[in-house]
């Protein structure tokens, strides 16, 4: 167990809707990273945020949106869902944002069926 | 921009031997991190193993080494005396770690899968 959970662990939903998935970080980290992992684009980087603030985007569609509170849990809001969007979504987190040695420990992932 | 390569899409290892999971990376910084994660059928990534770019030593945790070649970009995950629950996807990562906009974020290979046979 790394101590990150994520909720919730199975979701299947239409295209069109919208989801919310929820990631609560290791206690004492900072930093949180989402990911999503498909078969055809492997496991790719979304967003990262540190301490409530945006610190580093990847190949995060404008579709999808995401933050952190002031507790320091997350939550990625996807909408206008895509049978493409299928995927297992990951959330990490890590204690500061970045620097040397400073581990990603993996919650373990929402898998998200679109029908 | 970082790349990271595993070209072995699938290893097969007897039971209690040694294996070699092959990395090569590609970047223009100096200062970066090199992961390896293990991801069982479950789904779960779990964190095996961290080497730094100025790390003299190769890195070791338990069963797990990583044999770090930096001339050759090579950062290759050794699993000593293999066991049955170490059958997984293993995934190489890399992430710069002086700053920047791509600092903090992991870029993964596309893993090699690991059967231990009995």
């Known amino acids: 167990d790394s101590g990150v959970t994520q909720t919730p662990k199975h979701l299947i939903t239409a295209t069109g809707q919208r989801v919310t998935l929820r990631c609560s970080p290791r206690s004492g980290d900072l930093s949180v990273y989402w990911y999503q992992q498909s078969l055809d684009q492997g496991l790719q980087f979304l967003i990262q945020y540190y301490n409530g603030e945006e610190r580093a985007k990847g190949n995060i569609l404008e579709r999808f949106s995401a933050q952190q509170f002031p507790d320091l849990h997350s939550e990625l809001n996807l909408s206008s869902l895509e049978l493409g969007d299928s995927a297992l979504y990951f959330c990490?987190?890590?204690?500061?944002?970045?620097?040397?040695?400073?581990?990603?420990?993996f919650g373990p992932g929402t898998r998200l069926t679109v029908l | 921009a970082q790349k990271i390569t595993q070209t072995q899409p699938g290893m097969f290892v007897q039971e209690k031997e040694a294996v070699t999971l092959d990395c090569t990376y590609d970047t223009s910084d100096q200062s970066y991190g090199l992961f390896w994660y293990k991801q069982p059928s479950s789904g779960e990534m779990i964190f095996l193993i961290y080497q730094g770019s100025y790390d003299e030593q190769n890195a070791t945790e338990g069963r797990y080494s990583l044999n770090f070649q930096k001339a050759r970009k090579s950062a290759n995950l050794v699993i000593s005396a293999s066991q049955l629950g170490d059958s997984a996807m293993y995934f190489c990562?890399?992430?710069?770690?002086?700053?920047?906009?791509?600092?903090?974020?992991?870029?993964f290979g596309q893993g090699t899968i690991l059967t231990v046979h009995p």
């Open positions: 990562a890399m992430r710069e770690e002086a700053g920047g906009t791509s600092y903090g974020k992991l870029t």
């Open positions: 990490a987190s890590s204690v500061e944002a970045g620097g040397v040695a400073d581990t990603q420990y």
